[in-house]
Structures are given as C-alpha cells and as structure tokens.
C-alpha cells in the first residue's frame, strides 16, 4: 500500500517538472534572453529627468498618455549605438520623435531610437550588436533649452511596449542637483 502511494506521488511529481519544463520549452522562444548593448557610451545610463520632463517609461503625458520608452542621457552628438544585431526597418524624420531610427531583431523585438542629430545607416542596412547607427541630438519635440541631451529608445516585442530595464539596462535618475541644475538654464 505505501509503495503504490509512493509511486504516485512520484508519477504527479514527475508531471509537474515534466510539465513544467514543457511549458517553459514552449515559452522560451518568445523570450529573448540575449543581453542587450547600452544605446549611449554612459555608466551608468541616467534617465532625463529636467524641467521640460520625465523620461523614465510609462511616465504620464498629456492627453492622457504614456511615455512608450526612456530618455537616456547622454552628451550631443555622441554615439548612439544599436542595443540589438538586426536589420535597419526605418529611418524617419517625425514632428515628435525629430529624426529617428527603427531596427527590427530577432524574435518579433523591435528598437526605435528618435531625437538624433544625425543618422548614420539606411534602410535594409544589417546591423551588428553595438554599431554605431547615429548620433544624440535635440531634434523634434527635444529641441527647447532646457531640454537635456539625450536618446529616446523605445523597445516593442509583439506590438507591444517594452520596458527597456527588463532587457537589462541598468538605468538610474539623475542625483537632485543635477536636476537643479538642468532647471536653471
């Protein structure tokens, strides 16, 4: 009698790990685990927090929208490089976004970088982890003086937004006298 209980349990133990594991087997080639390259040459990458904003994602916007991506940072016309190898699917100039690239990955990602000073790929171009596609500006809705510096990167799996921490970037605000600073022209 012990024994056939034994046997049991082992047998619904062996389901649950073994179903498990078929789950996980059937989800993982929707989850991207490849790690992800800085767009800036900044350690570490520091949201824009200023006057004129807040960068961090889904921060609130007006009409009652959401902030699709995070502003990081970084000094004008410095690299922006491509977080992901892929292939260039867009290169734009948009009243909002100023000119702007689009990459397409691997796995239905998609990365949209926007407010660059100059574009430095076309599109269809191939692109490897780490390239330089562009450089940081203030272009489109960036563009006001007390605006800081920075790259607009937007990461869209499926449709759908992405945070760009969940990819692993390690993001930080800026300290408050930073920010005190960036607020007094």
Avoid: C
Wanted: no cysteine; proline share 7%; net charge positive.
């Amino acid at each position: 009698m012990r024994w056939r209980r034994w046997r049991r349990r082992a047998w619904l133990v062996w389901l649950a790990v073994g179903g498990g594991l078929v789950a996980a087997g059937y989800e993982l080639p929707y989850v991207n685990w490849q790690p992800v390259v800085p767009p800036v040459d900044a350690h570490p990458l520091i949201v824009r927090m200023d006057a004129k904003g807040d960068g961090r994602f889904w921060s609130p916007r007006s009409g009652n929208r959401r902030h699709r991506g995070v502003d990081l940072a970084a000094p004008l016309n410095s690299p922006v490089r491509a977080i992901r190898s892929g292939t260039v699917a867009e290169v734009g100039t948009h009243r909002g976004l100023g000119r702007f690239i689009e990459l397409e990955h691997r796995g239905g990602l998609r990365s949209l970088y926007a407010h660059l000073a100059r574009v430095q790929v076309e599109p269809g171009a191939r692109v490897r982890q780490g390239d330089v596609i562009g450089l940081v500006g203030k272009t489109g809705n960036a563009r006001h003086r007390w605006i800081t510096p920075h790259v607009h990167l937007e990461v869209w799996r499926g449709g759908e937004p992405v945070d760009p921490a969940t990819l692993g970037l390690e993001m930080t605000e800026p300290d408050a006298e930073s920010r005190h600073a960036h607020r007094s022209g």
